[in-house]
C-alpha cells in the first residue's frame, strides 16, 4: 500500500470515526435522556471528547489525525507542505464524515439519510465556530512548534469537550463534520441551509488561529526523540 493510500485511509477512517462518536452519542444521548437538554449535552460532549483523544491516538502515525480540513489548510500553510495534501486529505475528511454520520443513523435504527432541520444560523453561533476554531487551531499548533505533539490527543479532546460548553454553538470547529452533520436529523444535526455560513466562521477563525500561531510561536521547536533502552 502506498503512503498516499495509506494516508487518505486514514483520514478516511478517523473521520468517519469521529462523526460516528458524534452523532451515535447524540442519539443515544437524546434517547436515554429525553426530558433534559443539559445531560444531553454532557453525555454528547464526554463521549465525543474520549473519543476524539482515542482517534488521534489510533491514526497519528498513520496520517497525522488531522480529521479537519482547516487543520490540514494551516498545517499546508505554516510548514510549507505541498498542496497536493489537500488534495488527498480534504475529500478523504468530508467523505469519511458523511459515512460516519450513515454510519450513526443506523446503528440506532434511524434513516440512513435524513437531513437534518435544525437551524443554526444566529450571529452568536457564527461568533462561537470563529473562536471555537481559532482556539483549536492554537492549540494543535501550540503543541507542535513547541515539540509537544505528543500531547495532542488528550489535550484536543479536552479542548472540544469543554467547548461544548463554553461555546453556544457546541464547538464544530470542523467544515467537515459540519457537512457530515446535515445527513442526520438528530440532536448533533445542523440544517444544510445552516452548515455554508458555519464553514465561512470556522475558516475565518483558522485564519484568525493560523496569524496567533505565527505571532506567538514564529520557530518551530522539534519533537525531542524517545529515549531507547
Do not use: K
Not at 506567538?216 to 522539534?222: E, I, R, S, T, Y
Amino acid at each position: 500500500m502506498t503512503h498516499t493510500v495509506r494516508t487518505a485511509a486514514g483520514e478516511f477512517l478517523g473521520s468517519a470515526g469521529l462523526a460516528a462518536v458524534v452523532i451515535g452519542s447524540g442519539i443515544a444521548a437524546q434517547r436515554l435522556s429525553p426530558t433534559d437538554v443539559g445531560l444531553q449535552l454532557f453525555e454528547n460532549a464526554f463521549a465525543t471528547a474520549l473519543g476524539l483523544a482515542v482517534l488521534i491516538l489510533v491514526f497519528a502515525t498513520v496520517s497525522g489525525s488531522h480529521f479537519n480540513p482547516v487543520v490540514t489548510l494551516v498545517d499546508i500553510t505554516l510548514h510549507r507542505r505541498a498542496w497536493t495534501t489537500a488534495a488527498v486529505y480534504l475529500p478523504a475528511q468530508v467523505l469519511g464524515c458523511i459515512a460516519g454520520a450513515v454510519l450513526a443513523n443506523v446503528m440506532f435504527a434511524a434513516p440512513a439519510v435524513a437531513w437534518s432541520t435544525t437551524d443554526r444560523s444566529s450571529w452568536p453561533l457564527l461568533l462561537s465556530e470563529v473562536v471555537a476554531t481559532a482556539g483549536l487551531i492554537l492549540l494543535i499548533f501550540a503543541l507542535v512548534r513547541t515539540g509537544r505533539a505528543h500531547l495532542a490527543a488528550p489535550a484536543v479532546g479536552a479542548y472540544i469537550g469543554a467547548a461544548y460548553f463554553f461555546t453556544s454553538s457546541t464547538s464544530f470547529a470542523n467544515p467537515a463534520i459540519t457537512i457530515g452533520r446535515m445527513f442526520s436529523d438528530t440532536f448533533a444535526g445542523i440544517a444544510p441551509a445552516s452548515a455554508l455560513p458555519f464553514i465561512g466562521a470556522q475558516l475565518v477563525g483558522a485564519a484568525l488561529g493560523f496569524a496567533t500561531v505565527r505571532l506567538l510561536f514564529p520557530v518551530a521547536v522539534p519533537e525531542p526523540a524517545v529515549a531507547r533502552g
